[in-house]
């Protein structure tokens, strides 16, 4: 469970980092974001991508209290994360209320920077092609 949410927190903490800081993680990155294509037509659109994220609230809501925080983020989650990543970060870029917790609303509504990058095109809804062309970038700065 806990190796599960790694990549979770990867996705919504890839919202606040620059490209480059997330080429270490890129490939979980985009396993997540193919997950979200539930009708299974090769595309993620934007409604596909936040559903996604809702489903995945749960998992990091480890303690089930409607909030994440930082109690719910193992340690070793936390320290393999770069400074780009950090839960601050994080916070900056989702706590729309500031009050320092992270709500179901505030994350599944919240920036889609990742999604963002990898629509090439910006028509919200990401195809295999773009998915494919990730892929290379990231293979190509390794």
């Keep these: ?70 109690s719910d983020i193992p340690g070793f989650v936390q320290k393999r994360l770069p400074p780009e990543m950090s839960l601050d970060k994080l916070k900056a870029a989702f706590d729309a209320n500031g009050d320092g917790k992270l709500s179901q609303s505030e994350f599944v509504n919240g920036p889609t920077a990742a999604f963002d990058r990898i629509d090439a095109n910006g028509d919200n809804s990401v195809t295999r092609a773009e998915i494919d062309q990730a892929r290379a970038m990231l293979a190509s700065v390794r």
């Design 1 to 70: 469970m806990i190796l599960r949410l790694l990549p979770i927190a990867i996705l919504a903490l890839s919202a606040c980092a620059p490209a480059q800081a997330q080429d270490r993680d890129g490939a979980r990155l985009l396993e997540q974001i193919e997950k979200a294509d539930t009708n299974g037509d090769g595309a993620i659109s934007r409604s596909e991508f936040t559903a996604h994220r809702a489903t995945q609230f749960s998992r990091l809501d480890r303690d089930q209290n409607g909030y994440v925080t930082e």
